[in-house]
């Protein structure tokens, strides 16, 4: 059963010193996600799979970015732009 969706948590902890982040995941979606990115260690398994994991990633593996929002008139903008460029191919 794993944890349930209250105790389900993922951290990450920057070392500046060294430059690494230090990742530890109850949370399914981000083990799956993390197992793609480096070497995970198994802290808990159920059934086989993993439930708890921890790692380390890299600096640049960890991106904060701000999600861009557009108004209406902007993503409209935008399609016209994309469709003029597909007409002159």
């Known amino acids: 059963m794993g944890y ?5 948590e993922t951290t990450l902890v920057f070392e ?6 230090s990742v530890y995941s109850t949370v399914p979606k981000h083990i ?3 197992t793609n990115l480096t070497e995970l260690t198994v802290l808990e ?3 086989g799979r ?4 921890q790692g380390e990633l ?3 593996q960890v991106s904060m970015k701000k999600e861009r929002v557009f108004t209406e008139e902007q993503k ?3 399609a016209d732009r994309l469709a003029k460029a597909r007409a002159l191919k």
């Open 4 to 8: 349930s969706r209250e105790e389900q």
């Open 32 to 34: 799956r996600k993390l």
């Open 45 to 47: 398994s159920e059934d």
């Open 50 to 53: 993993p439930i708890a994991v």
């Open 76 to 78: 409209q903008k935008a």
């Open 16 to 21: 500046s010193s060294t430059g690494k982040w």
């Open 58 to 60: 890299n600096e640049k």
